[in-house]
């Protein structure tokens, strides 16, 4: 669908909904709508492993903890709005990093798309895996759900709280009680 088949739709959804755009002084609204909404959905087709794929070699073979992340997305359900934070923790394979503004590009991607937030935490930890070769990973994200909170089926202050993990991350044991700990409270020691 091009965009301008998106503004005719969204003036024609707007309408079917009893608003008359003109009398409310909404004429610009479908184009702004749609706008915003290619923006959004701006993720989609991005191979997301691809952008953490370029590692370099620092020496480095502890945990990597990266913390409150911000992102915004689109619940697929009801198309309202969720937010919040992520966290990601990796072990390098061999002291391969990647840059840190990757993670962040990671997580912007592919929060812009129709989204769950079991899966987008499931597909920031796979996209890890799979581009950083990384010996495990561990994604938490934490957010509010808009359409949860404004039908009422939840407080504002409720959070919804996933957690994926992979790799030498997901066994039971000191290293991943580490890993969780660095979440917790930022804190990464070397593991050798």
């Known amino acids: 669908m091009s965009h301008k088949q998106a503004v005719v739709a969204m003036k024609q959804f707007l309408e079917a909904l009893g608003i008359d755009l003109q009398a409310q002084n909404m004429e610009k ?40 992340i911000p992102f915004y997305s689109i619940c697929e359900h009801h198309l309202m709005p969720f937010f919040g934070t992520v966290d990601i923790v990796y072990c390098p394979r061999k002291g391969q990093v990647t840059g840190l503004s990757r993670l962040r590009d990671l997580v912007m ?3 812009k798309r129709p989204q769950l937030q079991e899966r987008m935490t499931q597909q920031i930890a796979e996209a890890l895996m799979e581009g950083t070769q990384a010996e495990g990973v561990i994604v938490r994200v934490q957010s509010y759900q808009l359409c949860m909170m404004m039908r009422g089926e939840v407080t504002p202050t409720t959070q919804t709280v996933t ?14 009680q580490e890993a969780l700990l660095a979440i917790e409270k930022g804190e990464a020691r070397s593991n050798g």
């Open 109 to 111: 991607t592919l929060s």
């Open 163 to 176: 957690i994926e993990s992979k790799g030498c991350l997901k066994k039971t044991g000191s290293l991943r």
């Open 29 to 68: 609204t479908p184009e702004r709508v749609t706008s915003l909404f290619e923006d959004l959905f701006s993720g989609q087709g991005v191979k997301a492993s691809q952008l953490v794929r370029h590692a370099f070699s620092s020496g480095y073979e502890g945990l990597v903890a990266v913390k409150d």
